[in-house]
Each structure stands twice: as structure tokens, then as C-alpha cells.
């Protein structure tokens, strides 16, 4: 049985090789009595042959196409010679057909078709060109009767916004916004007549009445500033000077019945130091003290005084313009020997949580202003409390305008000092106006 087996292996194999020799003798002979010569090659000047080829798409063989080439010139450039086909036989697509440019590494390929003639056995080549079509989506065109009905305007100004609108960057799509939004276009007059408005137009121009009804003028504006302003509330409709700040209704009167004054008394009387951290209190204390009305007078100086030393002792906090108040039983060691209701007092007024900010800061520096003017008799000269509270003549100044004073200027020991008054009618700060 192994025997047979053999034999019969061997036997396919010689089998096959004279099959194979047998194939190889046939094409041979074919090759030989089958000999193609090329007679010719053509290079047609005019309407050369096109092999088209299409990219993802199928095109019908009837399809007929245009032709168009480049218009000749005298200096004929580079790609002059291109071939453009083009068709829109089907219902739907547009088929253009361009030229196949060789790549870059095959800058001399070109394209030949073959006529081959069997009797002969001759092939004439004829250059062609290479052609890639592709289709494309035909515009729908809106009917006849839908265009009349959009009145358009072609203007450049309007080609310009429709520009500018598609391409424009956001700032100038942000001018023809508002050049569209504020743009009220009246009904044109007819004859001689008067203008109209559609009721569209009618029912804006109603709004806009409305709405600026509504607005609050200036003197209202002017009155809410005011009011909003850190500054002691007066009386501005008094007749006189002394009745517009009253230190009974700024402080309280059972607070400034606290307040003991008769150490400074005894000194005054008795001609003594008085030793005090306050340059305006030191200069004028002497003075009130042996005037007339001393004691209430008094009782109102050292109140101004806990007050400067209420913001004195306060540190820098840490927001700008912010100050810490002491703590309790520190402000009472510093504010001795005033009473505990007058310290709280002064430290629910000019502070929130311990915390004097800009707003309590400014309430505190206009109340001393007005104290300084009633101490003075309503003209005061603004150095010393400017050295006091370590600010610039600028700033003082215009706490002292806050409180309707009127300033000017005075030669005093060989420098300028500025003299605030406070006399009927106050004249205030008024709201600043915007550039036009």
C-alpha cells in the first residue's frame, strides 16, 4: 500500500510539470504571431480625445457636455492650453469635468488612446487628456411671482451692511446693530401734508413717552447723592447759621450730659497744663473754657476730642481705606475718662463689627468739621485739624465742602492756610456732568 502510494505521487508531479511546460511553449508561439507595431502618434491641436473618470458618483452615458478652454492671448502663461467641460443635462446636478494635473513627481506623464488595427497589426496613439468629473448641487431659484413680492434695495449702502453683517468683525457688527435699532423711518408726507406714523411706529414713540415720564430729573438725582452721602444730617431749611447743625440731634442730648467736664474747668480756672494729643483741642480749649455757655461748650469740645481719639487709636485694616477699632476695655483705657454709653455710642456711629471703612471713615471726618466750626463760631481754619488727622490740605478741604462751607484762602505765619466758613446759603458740591 505504501508502495502505490509513492508511484502515484510521483506521478502527478511529472504530470504537472508537463502541463506547465506545455502552457509556457503556447504563449510563446502566441507572442510571436501576435506582434503589435505603433505606425503613428497623433497630437491633436483641436478637440483632443478625454479620458473622464468620476469620483463617487455615476454618469449617464448620454450625457452631453460643454466645452471651454482659455481665450488666447499673445503672451500665452502657464496652463493657457486647460480644458473645461461642463454639463447640466441632468435635472438636478451640474457635472464639471477639469483637467487631471500630473503630480509633482510626475511632472511629463501623459495619457494616450490606442487605435489598434487586427488585420494589420498596427496602433495609432493618440494624446489625450485625462479629465476628473465631479458633481455639484444645482441652485433652486425662487419663483417669479416670491421675488416681486420682496421689494430689495441693491444699493451699495445696503450691499455694504450686508458685508459687513457676514464678514465684519464684532465691533462693526455692533455699530450696524444700533444703526438699525435707533433708525425710525417715518411715513414719507404726501403732497404738502404732515408726516404720519404707521401704528407700529405710534405705539414706540407711546412707550418712550412713558418711560422718560418715568426718569428722574436731575435736581432728583442731585437730591438722592445727597442723601446717600456720609455727612450729618442738618436742618437746610433754617433761617439761621447756628440752627442748621444742632449737637443736641447730631450726638444726643442725654449723651452729651454724660460727658464730665470739670477737670477742664478747674484748669482752665486755675491757668494749668492740660496735657492732650489734639493740636485743634489744645489752641481753643482755653478760650471755650472761660467763655460764655463753658460747660456745654466744653462738653462739645470733648466729645470732638473721644471722637479724634477713637479714630487715632484705630490701626490700618486690611481692605484700602478700612481702620480697626480697639477692643472694648483697650478704647476704654484710651477714650478715659469718658463713660461706656459715650464710647459706644461714638463706636456704633463711625464703625460696623469693630470695622471703620471708607463711608464711616468720612462720616466721622465731616462731623468734625462741623464741630470745628461750631467751636469756632462758624469760621475755622483748617490746619490744625488737617495736622491732627495727618491728611492733605486737598482732603480737608473737601470734607469741609461736604458740609456746604465755603473756602478761602489766607496768609497766616508766612504760609497759605485755607479758612472754611459756614454761613446761609450752604453751598454743596454738585454732581459732576459727563464729557459730551
Known amino acids: 500500500m505504501v508502495d502505490t502510494g509513492k508511484k502515484r505521487k510521483h506521478s502527478d508531479e511529472l504530470g504537472s510539470e508537463k502541463k506547465k511546460k506545455k502552457v509556457v511553449v503556447d504563449s510563446t508561439a502566441s507572442s510571436k504571431s501576435r506582434q503589435i507595431k505603433v505606425s503613428s502618434i497623433v497630437q491633436p491641436q483641436v478637440s483632443p480625445p478625454v479620458i473622464a473618470t468620476t469620483s463617487g458618483i455615476a454618469v449617464s452615458k448620454d450625457t452631453k457636455f ?51 488595427d487586427p ?12 479629465m476628473v468629473i465631479r458633481g455639484s448641487v444645482r441652485a433652486q431659484q425662487a419663483p417669479e411671482e416670491d421675488m416681486q413680492s420682496q421689494k430689495l434695495s441693491n444699493t451699495m449702502y445696503d450691499l455694504r451692511t450686508e458685508l459687513g453683517q457676514a464678514f465684519g468683525t464684532k465691533k462693526a457688527k455692533k455699530a450696524l446693530a444700533a444703526i438699525t435699532e435707533n433708525a ?20 414706540l414713540m407711546d412707550s418712550i413717552k412713558d418711560v422718560t415720564m418715568s426718569v428722574a430729573t436731575r435736581e432728583d438725582l442731585q437730591s438722592a447723592m445727597d442723601a446717600a452721602k456720609p ?22 442730648k442725654d449723651i452729651l450730659e454724660l460727658i464730665q467736664v470739670n477737670d477742664w474747668a478747674k484748669s482752665v480756672k486755675k491757668n494749668e497744663d492740660i496735657q492732650l494729643r489734639s493740636r485743634f483741642v489744645a489752641h481753643r480749649i482755653n478760650r471755650i473754657g472761660s467763655g460764655e455757655s463753658a460747660v456745654s461748650r466744653l462738653r462739645l469740645l470733648r466729645y470732638l476730642y473721644f471722637v479724634m481719639l477713637f479714630y487715632l487709636t484705630a490701626r490700618k485694616g486690611k481692605d484700602k481705606g478700612s481702620r480697626e477699632v480697639l477692643k472694648k476695655d483697650k478704647l476704654i483705657e484710651e477714650l478715659s475718662p469718658a463713660p461706656p454709653p459715650v464710647i459706644e455710642s461714638i463706636r456704633r456711629k463711625f464703625s460696623d463689627k469693630g470695622i471703620m471703612r471708607k463711608q464711616h471713615v468720612d462720616l466721622l471726618m465731616t ?5 470745628a466750626c461750631i467751636m469756632d463760631n462758624f469760621e475755622t481754619n483748617t490746619w490744625d485739624l488737617k495736622e491732627d488727622f495727618g491728611l492733605d490740605q486737598k482732603t480737608m478741604t473737601q470734607y469741609f465742602m461736604e458740609i456746604g462751607a465755603k473756602i478761602k484762602r489766607a496768609k497766616v505765619e508766612g504760609r497759605t492756610d485755607s479758612i472754611a466758613q459756614l454761613k446761609l446759603p450752604l453751598v454743596f458740591p454738585k454732581m459732576r456732568q459727563g464729557r459730551r
Open 66 to 116: 460643454n466645452t471651454y478652454s482659455r481665450a488666447p492671448t499673445k503672451r500665452p502663461r502657464h496652463g493657457a492650453s486647460d480644458l473645461l467641460l461642463h454639463s447640466t443635462s441632468h435635472r438636478t446636478l451640474d457635472y464639471s469635468a477639469r483637467e487631471d494635473k500630473p503630480k509633482g513627481g510626475q511632472p511629463l506623464l501623459k495619457h494616450y488612446i490606442g487605435l489598434f
Open 367 to 371: 462731623h468734625c468739621c462741623v464741630f
Open 231 to 252: 455727612v450729618p444730617r442738618g436742618n437746610y431749611e433754617a433761617d439761621e447759621i447756628q440752627d442748621v447743625y444742632r449737637p443736641e440731634e447730631l450726638i444726643g
Open 119 to 130: 488585420a494589420s497589426g498596427q496602433l495609432q496613439l493618440v494624446e489625450s487628456k485625462k
Open 184 to 203: 425710525i423711518n417715518p411715513g414719507k408726507p404726501q403732497g404738502d401734508g404732515q408726516q404720519t406714523l404707521d401704528s407700529s411706529e405710534k405705539a
